[in-house]
């Protein structure tokens, strides 16, 4: 994980999952904390190396990938901590994302692990969308939910800091099926993404690129391409239950989940899909001796 100066101010950290830093005077804003400790020690140690500050955390949304390393930077470095409004509240009870992907029931102790839940931590400046000026930086916040409830992207000294609101091509494959908790939503916000200008754009997993707006069409395509495929298991399987769709889908996309909460989480995807075909009108969904069945809508007239 190199620290790759992208121009006067920005900086990315490419790995797994990507850390953002901005540099404004005597002050430095880090986009992002990695899943751990150890991870965002091997970010400040670089910024460290440099003689450059570190001020500021901006944590785009509520996953622990990108913020369980927040609170070693906040208790460390005294970091001001900036969050989106509704992801600050998961961020301060972090058990809320195990406790919904297991469908509100209190979660199993294998739930608790650090992919699902990341230390507590209390946002200093909670934001929503819009322009913004706190202390030195003075940044766009845009609002993409779809992966999360109300994830923001930055724009900031003209770089798309793009949070998980696309994947890199590569990370799209290799994820199989991306989380997500809305197709609409995900899709309005790559449409909105589309027509951004900006230098060049990092999304949280895969490369920095210039021309970013061929990935997000790959994005757009490949979530339409998920929608139709469970669409044509509908098809071929009607009536088919809910245990069953998401089984046949996840085999269809040769996902590995084998553990409970890679279930969850793919199971939470692939009930995206099925609930942008209901609010379509393709399907027709009803409770059948308490299992959830979906078939195809009879259209009007045949
Ligand atoms: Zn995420």
Redesign the pocket.
């Known amino acids: 994980m190199n620290m790759q100066q992208i121009n006067e101010h920005n900086y990315v950290f490419l790995s797994s999952v990507n850390i953002g830093y901005v540099h404004e005077g005597n002050q430095g804003m880090i986009i992002d904390a990695a899943i751990d400790k150890s991870s965002i020690r091997k970010v400040v140690r670089q910024i460290e190396a440099q003689n450059l500050p570190i001020t500021h955390l901006l944590i785009t949304?509520a996953?622990s990938?990108?913020y369980g390393g927040a609170k070693y930077l906040q208790d460390v470095y005294n970091v001001k901590v900036i969050a989106p409004k509704f992801e600050a509240t998961i961020l301060q009870h972090p058990i809320l994302e195990p406790t919904y992907l297991f469908m509100g029931n209190d979660p199993l102790d294998e739930l608790r692990n650090k992919f699902l839940e990341g230390p507590s931590i209390e946002a200093d400046i909670v934001i929503d969308e819009g322009d913004h000026q706190i202390d030195e930086f003075q940044f766009e916040a845009i609002a993409t939910p779809g992966?999360?409830y109300n994830?923001l992207a930055i724009r900031i000294h003209d770089t798309l800091f793009a949070?998980?609101s696309y994947f890199g091509e590569k990370e799209l494959h290799k994820h199989k099926i991306p989380?997500i908790t809305s197709v609409y939503k995900t899709m309005d916000s790559l449409e909105k993404l589309k027509s951004f200008s900006a230098n060049g754009a990092v999304p949280?997993h895969g490369n920095y690129e210039e021309n970013f707006i061929k990935t997000i069409e790959r994005n757009i395509e490949y979530h339409q391409d998920l929608l139709h495929r469970l669409y044509c298991i509908i098809q071929d399987k009607q009536p088919i239950s809910h245990e069953e769709l998401v089984s046949i889908f996840c085999d269809e996309m040769s996902v590995n989940a084998s553990q409970l909460s890679m279930f969850l989480l793919f199971r939470t995807a692939a009930t995206a899909y099925i609930t942008a075909l209901i609010q379509q009108e393709k399907i027709d969904h009803y409770i059948q001796r308490h299992r959830w069945m979906f078939q195809i809508k009879e259209e009007e007239g045949t």
Do not use: E, K, L, R
Request: hydrophobic share 10%.
């Open positions: 949304h996953h990938d990108h992966h999360s994830q949070a998980d989380y949280g």
